[in-house]
Nanobody
Protein backbone atom coordinates (compact mmCIF):
# COMPACT_ATOMS: atom_id res chain seq x y z
CA UNK A 1 0.00 0.00 0.00
CA UNK A 2 1.16 3.50 -0.82
CA UNK A 3 0.23 6.70 0.95
CA UNK A 4 0.75 10.23 -0.27
CA UNK A 5 0.71 13.14 2.16
CA UNK A 6 0.55 16.63 0.70
CA UNK A 7 1.22 19.94 2.36
CA UNK A 8 1.86 23.55 1.51
CA UNK A 9 -1.34 24.84 0.00
CA UNK A 10 -3.01 28.02 1.11
CA UNK A 11 -4.05 31.53 0.18
CA UNK A 12 -1.66 33.77 -1.70
CA UNK A 13 -1.95 37.05 -3.54
CA UNK A 14 -1.39 37.22 -7.30
CA UNK A 15 2.33 37.30 -7.99
CA UNK A 16 3.08 35.41 -4.81
CA UNK A 17 4.69 32.03 -4.25
CA UNK A 18 3.86 28.73 -2.61
CA UNK A 19 5.72 25.47 -2.24
CA UNK A 20 3.84 22.20 -2.21
CA UNK A 21 5.29 18.99 -0.81
CA UNK A 22 4.20 15.40 -1.27
CA UNK A 23 5.72 12.61 0.77
CA UNK A 24 5.18 9.05 -0.36
CA UNK A 25 5.41 6.02 1.89
CA UNK A 26 4.83 2.33 1.40
CA UNK A 27 5.81 -0.06 -1.34
CA UNK A 28 7.49 2.14 -3.93
CA UNK A 29 9.55 0.73 -6.74
CA UNK A 30 12.84 2.35 -7.67
CA UNK A 31 11.21 3.22 -10.98
CA UNK A 32 8.34 5.66 -10.66
CA UNK A 33 6.72 8.83 -11.83
CA UNK A 34 5.57 11.42 -9.32
CA UNK A 35 3.89 14.66 -9.99
CA UNK A 36 1.14 17.17 -9.52
CA UNK A 37 -2.23 17.56 -11.14
CA UNK A 38 -4.79 20.23 -10.42
CA UNK A 39 -8.51 20.52 -10.65
CA UNK A 40 -10.34 23.80 -10.54
CA UNK A 41 -14.04 24.09 -9.88
CA UNK A 42 -16.09 22.83 -12.84
CA UNK A 43 -12.95 22.07 -14.82
CA UNK A 44 -11.21 18.88 -15.81
CA UNK A 45 -8.21 17.62 -13.93
CA UNK A 46 -5.00 18.62 -15.68
CA UNK A 47 -1.36 17.70 -15.39
CA UNK A 48 0.80 20.41 -13.90
CA UNK A 49 4.22 18.79 -13.60
CA UNK A 50 5.75 15.34 -13.35
CA UNK A 51 9.17 13.97 -12.56
CA UNK A 52 10.51 10.47 -13.07
CA UNK A 53 12.80 8.48 -10.83
CA UNK A 54 15.48 9.29 -13.39
CA UNK A 55 14.91 13.00 -12.96
CA UNK A 56 13.14 13.74 -16.23
CA UNK A 57 10.53 16.44 -15.86
CA UNK A 58 7.45 17.48 -17.79
CA UNK A 59 5.64 20.77 -17.25
CA UNK A 60 2.33 22.06 -18.50
CA UNK A 61 2.77 24.96 -20.92
CA UNK A 62 0.68 27.18 -18.66
CA UNK A 63 3.20 26.92 -15.81
CA UNK A 64 6.51 26.79 -17.64
CA UNK A 65 8.89 29.42 -16.36
CA UNK A 66 6.86 29.90 -13.18
CA UNK A 67 6.67 26.47 -11.54
CA UNK A 68 9.49 24.05 -10.78
CA UNK A 69 9.20 20.41 -9.80
CA UNK A 70 11.92 18.68 -7.84
CA UNK A 71 12.39 15.58 -5.73
CA UNK A 72 14.27 14.20 -2.79
CA UNK A 73 14.68 10.53 -3.64
CA UNK A 74 15.94 9.61 -0.20
CA UNK A 75 12.72 10.95 1.32
CA UNK A 76 10.40 9.85 -1.51
CA UNK A 77 9.21 13.42 -1.60
CA UNK A 78 8.35 15.65 -4.52
CA UNK A 79 8.09 19.42 -4.38
CA UNK A 80 6.32 21.97 -6.53
CA UNK A 81 7.67 25.48 -6.26
CA UNK A 82 5.08 27.87 -7.61
CA UNK A 83 6.11 31.44 -8.35
CA UNK A 84 4.30 34.33 -9.99
CA UNK A 85 0.97 32.77 -9.15
CA UNK A 86 -2.06 33.88 -11.10
CA UNK A 87 -5.76 33.68 -10.22
CA UNK A 88 -6.14 30.98 -12.87
CA UNK A 89 -3.70 28.79 -10.92
CA UNK A 90 -6.23 28.45 -8.13
CA UNK A 91 -7.31 24.82 -7.78
CA UNK A 92 -7.03 21.73 -5.69
CA UNK A 93 -3.58 20.35 -6.32
CA UNK A 94 -3.26 16.60 -6.15
CA UNK A 95 -0.10 14.59 -5.81
CA UNK A 96 0.21 11.56 -8.08
CA UNK A 97 2.49 8.56 -7.96
CA UNK A 98 2.81 5.81 -10.54
CA UNK A 99 4.79 2.83 -9.35
CA UNK A 100 4.69 -0.88 -10.13
CA UNK A 101 2.08 -0.11 -12.79
CA UNK A 102 -0.38 1.31 -10.26
CA UNK A 103 -1.37 4.94 -9.84
CA UNK A 104 -2.04 6.58 -6.49
CA UNK A 105 -3.51 9.96 -5.61
CA UNK A 106 -3.13 12.18 -2.62
CA UNK A 107 -6.07 13.81 -0.92
CA UNK A 108 -5.36 17.19 -2.47
CA UNK A 109 -4.37 20.58 -1.14
CA UNK A 110 -6.19 23.81 -1.93
CA UNK A 111 -4.37 26.68 -3.56
CA UNK A 112 -6.24 29.97 -3.62
CA UNK A 113 -4.89 32.99 -5.47
CA UNK A 114 -6.76 36.16 -4.59
CA UNK A 115 -5.98 39.79 -3.74
Amino acid sequence: QVQLVESGGGLVQPGGSLRLSCAASGSINNLYVMGWYRQALAKQREMVATITSGGDTKMADSVKGRFTISRDSAKNTVYLQMNSLKPEDAAVYLCYLLTRGVGYWGQGTQVTVSP
